[in-house]
Structures are given as structure tokens and as C-alpha cells.
């Protein structure tokens, strides 16, 4: 017999990135007593990864619980870019509802529509939470609309368009239930959530059914599945089945040798766990997102959505330049091929697969971002390695033609910047669906484009709009390919020599162009020192001394004046190379490179290339 149980409720978080759903949670947790009230409490304190730290965004979705006037209240933190949305389809298989945070200035934004339509698909209640309600700028009643508007265009049920509004500022840790009225502290929205997300049911007396939605690692035990206990009692010792929906041959017996529930930031060993528990499991090595937990007696796997398609690769490549070896820990091949087999058990939007030589490994993601995202933390564990431009994945339909990955690209620019964006884009075989007017003397630009389209754009997307430019994305499927896309229209400038950078020889060459390097720096020929101002490659001797006489001293060099070099960081540089080039990554440099280095047989391949189109 089902049953509900009063005492949880289980709640994902989703939203538009930078709208503030980790810092509500940071409130909701201190709020809720889980930290001693002298404790030192980090700011976004469920970013504990370095690089969400730095960049202000979640990659990974955490799980929390907090307990208000008894009842248990288990939190689901998770990411809002589009890169990061294999993560949010899947979480949200564990819970019960959602809290949509909105920001009362930007109001509804393109994620907000990707994060909530997967929600809806699986009829989940949503409690709309507008949240920086306290910024001048604010415009609740217009937000509300906006929210309301999304709503009716996902097709949502009436029920839903009910939804409780709940108006908060999560910074100053307050909330109310009227706009025009300010709250003193975060329990109007705890009360919401008791009074209208459901309360998870199933029955205790049936079988085990566990269906693991997250894999958490850890470096002593190993694989950890995180999942919500649907059916049934699971309890530590106990002999279960693993099943999945998608892999009906799949099926192995096993035991859980430990078994946690989460209280605040941290996992409890608990003996057993009932309907409605999110559990974390240990002890299972090879458990994967998706499987379901059984009864030995009682073996139902639990129905579970594929995750999305990767629709970008690249390679990751053992470093030959010839200053390989000099900055990284890790340089092997053996290093690389175990590194991303091992990036595999927590990310599920990642795939990896071995080349034709065992120097290479092709590597797909959802995105730039995500990949490199990967790259960043590779460099900063100590690997080395080259990475080629990313390219995106092309499918072929029933009758052979091709297909490429489509986004759908949302552009909120200053009015003066509009024309130009839409010059850019629709070189790049964007095609421009609507243009209305936003907030602000700001216009809002949609476009159909494909996905390469945008390789190598945001850089000089920020560029254009001089930083006041907002760009959004989501995956829209595949279509029709589009033709040639010219992805640069300047060319490198190589070294042409090995040695060291000279103020002379620098100072020549930035009359061709922007110098990527300073003088001192070590070359190597075939490294690309720089952008040419035309779309040629042209070979520079930046190593060049200037010649002494008796009548020129050495000191004369001191009156070059040197531009500042443009330093790329690992974006910009990847958005930066072209084909036939890598980019050569170290925990201390990024490198750009031809992909073959010696001159002439470079020139012998770009011919080759040249005849053979």
C-alpha cells in the first residue's frame, strides 16, 4: 500500500545561470541551524569546486538537506548552463517539485526555458521564487508576467499556472510573499515548500527500488550512486539486483556495504533508508546513472530518460613540442588515457573514445564550456597535453544527408551594437528569428544557427559589444547542414626558429600584427607568436639580434618601443585556433602551435590540401 511520508521533501533548484540559486541555498542552510553560530562560513559554500569558486557558476549539482519545524527538506543545487544540462535532466528524476529562482531584474531568461521545460516534462509543481527583489532596478510585477508567459508557452497545465510566488533576496537571506512588502527572514519560503511540493510516496512492504540519478567520487571508496528510494526499505548488508531501462540484459547481483542519508553539507551512515530518502551508496565499483536498484525477489527497473547527446569533440593529444615535458607531472599517454577515463565516473554528458594511434583520444561534451571546464582542472591537477579545435559531431539522415547540431542563440546587446551582431551572425549562417525591444535601450536578438557557428565567437562577441553583450544558447537538435563557415579571417604569425624572444626582433614583428608573446619568452619554430593582420600565415624571426658596429651600442634597443602582448586565457585560445593548429596546454603555459612544425613539410600538406579541394 503506498504511503506518504509528511515527515521529507524533496526540492531541486533551477535556474538561469548567475540568478542566484547557490547563494539561496547558502541562506536556506544558515538559516535552518545547520552551522554553529560562530562557524566561518564560505560565501556559495555548495561551489566547492576551484573553478565554480572562480567563475561564479555550478558545475555540478550538489546535494543538501536542512530540517524546518521537523520535517526534512532535501535540497538539489544544480547548474544552469546549457554546457551543464545532462546534470539537470537527471536530478530532477529525485525530487518531488522544483524552486524556480528568477532575477527580478532579467526576469524570465533563455536557460530559465531550458531548465523549466524539463521539469514540466516530468509534471513537476513549481514554486517561482523572484529573487535580488532588493535591486534598484527590480521589476517584479513585469517578472511575474514574464514567468507566467513561459508557463502558457511550455503548454504547462492550469494547475500549474497557480503557482505560489515568493519574492526574496537571498544576499540579505529575507523573503515574503508580497512583492510590496519586505520579509525578515527565509521562512514565507520554507513554508511554500511544506504547504506545496508534494510529499514523496511509494510502499515501504514492496521491493527494493532505488533509482540512481547522481555518481559522486571519492578517492577511498570509489564510486558512489546517489539516488531516491522509491519503493520498499534498503538497508546496509543487504543483497540487491542493479537493473536499467535502457540495457535489458543488465542485471548482477550485488551488496551495499554503506549507506548515507545527507544532513547539511555532510553524508550520515545510516543502517537502512524508506520511501522518499535520498540515499548515497558506496561499496557498488561499477554503478552508472540510470540503474535501478532491486530486490533480489522483486526485479523492476525504474524507467529513466537518456541522457543528451554530446554535439562537440576534441582531441586530447600526448604533447611533442619540443618543450614538452617541462612544466607538467603527468605526460604520458598512459597518464592522459587515465585521466579521462576517470573524468567518466562523474560526468555522464562526457564521452571518450580511443583514436587509431594511442597518442590521441577524441573527447565530446555538450559545449565549449564544458570541455573546458575539463581542460582547466586536467592543467591545474598537472597534466600536459595538446587539445585540437573543437569541431562539432555530424549525423546523416535515412537518405545520407547530412546533419549538424543546431542552437537556438539568444543576444540581448545595446541598440548601437544590434546591426553589427547581425552582420556577424549571419556570416557565421545564423538566421535571425525575431528582434524585439528589451529594457534599458538594450534590443533582444534570436537566431537559428549552427553549433560550429559559434565556435570561436564569444571572444569576439565581447569584443564587439565592448563587454555589454549578454549570449545565450541552447541545443535545438539537428538540421540540414549549412555550408563552409570561414571561421577566422586573420592569419598566425609563426616562429620561424628556436630560441629566445628579442626586443628587436618583436619589434618587427608587431608591425604584422598583435604579438601574443613578450620578450625572454622560449619559441620553438612552428609556435604561433602572434595574429597577422591579413588571413596569410607569415614566418617571423622574433629570435632575430640586431647586428653591433662600432658606431651602434646594444643600449640603443632600450628606445623600441614594444606594444603589450594580448595574453589569451584558455578560452580565448581555444577560440583562437584553427584547424591545422593545437593548442599546447601545461600548468604553467598555454602555447598555440602548428600541428606540423617544420616548415616545409607544412607547406607540402597546406598544397597537398589546396589540390586536393
Given at each position: 500500500m503506498k504511503i506518504k511520508r509528511q515527515d521529507i521533501r524533496n526540492v531541486a533548484i533551477i535556474a538561469h545561470v548567475d540568478h542566484g540559486k547557490t547563494t539561496l541555498v547558502d541562506v536556506l542552510l544558515k538559516q535552518s541551524g545547520?552551522?554553529?553560530?560562530?562557524?566561518?562560513?564560505?560565501?556559495?559554500?555548495?561551489?566547492?569546486?576551484?573553478?565554480?569558486?572562480?567563475?561564479?557558476?555550478?558545475?555540478?549539482?550538489?546535494?543538501?538537506?536542512?530540517?524546518?519545524?521537523?520535517?526534512?527538506?532535501?535540497i538539489v543545487d544544480t547548474p544552469g548552463h546549457a554546457d551543464f544540462g545532462g546534470e539537470v535532466e537527471r536530478v530532477l528524476k529525485m525530487v518531488n517539485g522544483v524552486i524556480l529562482v528568477v532575477d527580478a531584474f532579467?526576469?524570465?531568461?533563455?536557460?530559465?526555458?531550458?531548465?523549466?521545460?524539463?521539469?514540466?516534462?516530468?509534471?513537476?509543481?513549481?514554486?517561482?521564487?523572484?529573487?535580488?527583489?532588493?535591486?534598484p532596478e527590480a521589476r517584479p510585477g513585469e517578472v511575474i508576467d514574464e514567468v507566467l508567459e513561459l508557463l502558457i508557452d511550455l503548454d504547462a497545465d492550469e494547475a500549474l499556472l497557480d503557482c505560489p510566488f515568493v519574492f526574496a533576496s537571498a544576499k540579505a537571506g529575507t523573503a515574503s510573499l508580497d512583492k510590496d512588502v519586505p520579509g525578515t527572514d527565509m521562512s514565507p519560503l520554507f513554508e511554500t515548500i511544506i504547504n506545496y511540493i508534494p510529499a514523496p510516496e511509494g510502499d515501504p512492504d514492496d521491493g527494493t527500488q532505488v533509482l540512481i540519478s547522481t555518481i559522486d567520487y571519492n578517492e577511498y571508496v570509489g564510486r558512489i550512486g546517489v539516488g531516491k528510494v522509491d519503493n520498499g526499505v534498503i538497508k546496509v548488508n543487504q543483497e540487491v539486483v542493479i537493473v536499467n531501462h535502457h540495457e535489458p540484459d543488465k542485471q548482477r547481483k550485488v551488496k551495499v556495504s554503506k549507506l548515507y542519508e545527507f544532513d547539511?553539507?555532510?553524508?550520515?551512515?545510516?543502517?537502512?533508508?524508506?520511501?522518499?530518502?535520498?540515499?548515497?551508496?558506496?561499496?557498488?565499483?561499477?554503478?552508472?546513472?540510470?540503474?535501478?536498484?532491486?530486490?533480489?525477489?522483486?526485479?523492476?527497473?525504474?524507467?529513466?530518460?537518456?541522457?543528451?547527446?554530446?554535439?562537440?569533440?576534441?582531441?586530447?593529444?600526448?604533447?611533442?613540442?619540443?618543450?614538452?615535458?617541462?612544466?607538467?607531472?603527468?605526460?604520458?599517454?598512459?597518464?592522459?588515457?587515465?585521466?579521462?577515463?576517470?573524468?567518466?565516473?562523474?560526468?555522464?554528458?562526457?564521452?571518450?573514445?580511443?583514436t587509431d594511434t594511442t597518442e590521441a583520444f577524441k573527447v565530446s561534451g555538450r559545449g565549449e564550456l564544458h570541455l573546458s571546464v575539463l581542460i582547466e582542472n586536467m592543467r591545474r591537477e598537472g597534466y600536459e597535453f595538446s587539445v585540437s579545435k573543437a569541431e562539432v559531431i555530424y549525423k546523416e539522415d535515412e537518405k545520407g544527408h547530412k546533419l549538424e547540431p543546431?542552437?537556438?542563440?539568444?543576444?540581448?546587446?545595446?541598440?548601437?551594437?544590434?546591426?553589427?551582431?547581425?552582420?556577424?551572425?549571419?556570416?557565421?549562417?545564423?538566421?535571425?528569428?525575431?528582434?524585439?525591444?528589451?529594457?534599458?535601450?538594450?534590443?533582444?536578438?534570436?537566431?537559428?544557427?549552427?553549433?560550429?557557428?559559434?565556435?570561436?565567437y564569444r571572444g569576439e562577441f565581447m569584443t564587439d559589444t565592448k563587454g555589454n553583450g549578454i549570449m545565450n544558447?541552447?541545443?535545438?537538435?539537428?538540421?540540414?547542414?549549412?555550408?563552409?563557415?570561414?571561421?577566422?579571417?586573420?592569419?598566425?604569425?609563426?616562429?620561424?626558429?628556436?630560441?629566445?624572444?628579442?626586443?628587436?626582433?618583436?619589434?618587427?614583428?608587431?608591425?604584422?600584427?598583435?604579438?601574443?608573446?613578450?620578450?625572454?619568452?622560449?619559441?620553438?619554430?612552428?609556435?604561433?607568436?602572434?595574429?597577422?593582420?591579413?588571413?596569410?600565415?607569415?614566418?617571423?624571426?622574433?629570435?632575430?639580434?640586431?647586428?653591433?658596429?662600432?658606431?651602434?651600442?646594444?643600449?640603443?634597443?632600450?628606445?623600441?618601443?614594444l606594444t603589450p602582448p594580448r595574453i589569451l586565457s584558455l578560452e580565448q585560445a581555444l577560440d583562437f585556433i584553427d584547424t591545422d593548429e593545437l593548442l599546447e596546454v601545461t600548468p604553467k603555459s598555454l602555447r598555440i602551435r602548428k600541428k606540423i612544425l617544420d616548415p616545409l613539410l607544412r607547406k607540402r600538406a597546406y598544397y597537398q590540401k589546396k589540390n586536393s579541394n
Open positions: 545547520v552551522f554553529r553560530e560562530n562557524q566561518e562560513v564560505a560565501e556559495r559554500v555548495m561551489d566547492s569546486n576551484d573553478i565554480e569558486r572562480e567563475r561564479g557558476i555550478t558545475i555540478l549539482s550538489k546535494n543538501t538537506a536542512v530540517t524546518y519545524k521537523g520535517t526534512k527538506i532535501n532579467e526576469g524570465a531568461m533563455p536557460q530559465t526555458k531550458f531548465v523549466l521545460r524539463k521539469a514540466l516534462e516530468l509534471k513537476l509543481p513549481v514554486i517561482v521564487c523572484v529573487n535580488k527583489i532588493d535591486r547539511g553539507l555532510s553524508k550520515v551512515e545510516v543502517k537502512e533508508a524508506s520511501v522518499g530518502s535520498i540515499v548515497a551508496i558506496s561499496g557498488i565499483s561499477d554503478i552508472h546513472i540510470g540503474d535501478t536498484l532491486c530486490s533480489v525477489d522483486c526485479v523492476r527497473p525504474i524507467p529513466f530518460q537518456k541522457i543528451s547527446e554530446p554535439t562537440i569533440s576534441m582531441n586530447f593529444i600526448v604533447n611533442d613540442s619540443p618543450m614538452a615535458g617541462q612544466e607538467g607531472k603527468y605526460v604520458t599517454s598512459r597518464h592522459l588515457r587515465d585521466r579521462l577515463f576517470r573524468e567518466l565516473n562523474t560526468d555522464v554528458s562526457l564521452r571518450v573514445e580511443e543546431m542552437e537556438t542563440c539568444y543576444i540581448d546587446v545595446p541598440d548601437e551594437f544590434s546591426g553589427a551582431i547581425i552582420e556577424k551572425l549571419s556570416q557565421r549562417k545564423g538566421e535571425l528569428k525575431n528582434m524585439s525591444p528589451a529594457s534599458g535601450g538594450y534590443t533582444r536578438l534570436e537566431f537559428s544557427i549552427p553549433s560550429r557557428g559559434l565556435i570561436g544558447t541552447s541545443f535545438d537538435g539537428y538540421g540540414p547542414y549549412k555550408g563552409d563557415i570561414q571561421y577566422r579571417n586573420r592569419g598566425s604569425l609563426i616562429a620561424f626558429e628556436a630560441g629566445e624572444a628579442i626586443t628587436y626582433g618583436l619589434f618587427n614583428a608587431q608591425e604584422r600584427g598583435i604579438l601574443f608573446i613578450s620578450p625572454g619568452e622560449k619559441v620553438y619554430s612552428g609556435m604561433v607568436v602572434g595574429m597577422n593582420a591579413k588571413d596569410e600565415d607569415i614566418e617571423i624571426n622574433v629570435c632575430k639580434k640586431k647586428q653591433l658596429t662600432n658606431t651602434r651600442s646594444s643600449s640603443a634597443d632600450e628606445a623600441l618601443r
